[in-house]
């Protein structure tokens, strides 16, 4: 077990600092190693050290280096537009493990420990910070968008290949409505943001992106996050209106969205359904009864979060202004109430309203979102600046991906699941460099 944790480490070392020898954009695939399991070939918890080391304090150590390396340039966040946001989020994140201890909650070790999802904010600043050049940020989005179209097509592939594939990997898998393999990918949120990357590149005509489009829609529609499918879809034609695209190309550009998604829907159909009789059956599984679910707040998935999130809400009415903070299982308070709660920890990612109220109360929620939607304006402002085609979309990308976040938080619990704020984190802080390198440039354009 030693030995293979050191190799580990030693792996993940070597190969980031070969390639940031090349580029400082290395840095993001020594990031996306780990967090994705070494793309789906490592079992996390073979380099684990109960209670003291995961892949999450992997990543924490790669951001902090970033970071440390780059403490002299410190100043480039004054001039930085998403700087004050995330500086906000930074304080969330102290109030977090500062409040527990302060309140005889927990420890400081485990209120840091406990800390480790909301953690991942810090990638915006080592990102940020880390990279220089224009070749740094295109080296860094082709590795973030490369990794998301590798996870949609080994869940293509998957269905194809079944157990042959994935008894090779370190996922976990089950069949899903006896007909598909769901490959539990924890950082597969990826996906969307390749998915809405691709299909923003196709709006603003930069060419070759509609297979990537289809390939990422039905890479989405197999992991089976249906709530995901449906905002990301209703999002869409949102964002085109509110980035100025006009209500003639809205209007095209959303047809050829639904067109999109409903010809993903039939090629999974027909190749997997075992005919056009199916597809009735496998458009309610994926889609249809989602809705119902949603509007009737019915359904096995959401009745039994439900029944997990019912004892925490009694709890976060104890101290429903300012939460919790972080509180870790083995804490204080965690041995409190763990007879009290159904589950291994307090903080609950499949309810993001509770998990987020648990941590933050009311007053801290309201907050919270609020930055996030802060984001999201500043995002759609810059796509709407049209500073250049290739820099709007990867604005609206991310705008794009934050309301789908948002949306989606009452059923998951993306704006406090770790695997979802680094890709995030990550793609925010290569936004931030660009728009400064860009500045940049266009000040010496003007002085020439």
Known sequence: MDSLFLLYLSLIFFIGLAIIFISRAGL???????????????????????????????????????????????????????FTPMLILAAFWLFGVIYPVLQGYSSLFYSLKA?????????????FLFLRTEKDVKWGWS?????????ALLEIIAQILGLSLLNHLAFAYRKEAFIFWKVYLQFWPVILIALLHSYYESVYGLGGAY??????????????????????VSVIPCMLLLSKQGLDKTFWKSFALVGTAGAALLTVGITMGNGLDKIEGISDEFVFSG???LATNSGGALVGREVFARPRRK??????????????????????????????TLGFVDKGDVDVEVKFGYLGGALLYGTFIYLVVILLGLARRGLNPQFSVRCLTMASTLVIFLLVQPVHAPLSYSFALLPLCIALGLI????SLIIVSNKRTLSW
């Open 291 to 293: 809705v119902t679910e």
């Open 28 to 82: 993001i695939l020594l990031i996306l190693l780990p967090a994705s399991q070494m793309l789906g070939f490592l079992d996390p918890m073979s380099i684990a050290i109960k209670g003291t080391f995961d892949i999450h304090a992997l990543l924490a150590l790669i951001l902090a280096g970033s970071i440390l390396f780059s403490i002299h340039r410190l100043g480039d966040l004054r001039r930085a537009r998403l």
């Open 143 to 151: 590795l973030l968008l490369a990794l998301g179209f590798y996870y």
């Open 432 to 435: 931030e460099r660009e728009q």
């Open 211 to 232: 297979l990537r489009t289809a390939v990422g829609f039905i890479g989405l529609l197999l992991t089976f996050f249906r709530s995901y499918l449906l905002a990301t």
């Open 115 to 127: 800390s480790k999802e909301f953690l991942m904010i810090f990638a915006y600043f080592g990102v």
């Open 315 to 344: 709890i976060i009415d104890k101290s429903p202004y300012l939460g919790y903070g972080f509180i870790d299982k083995e804490s204080k308070y965690g041995l409190a109430v763990k007879k009290q709660v159904i589950g291994e």
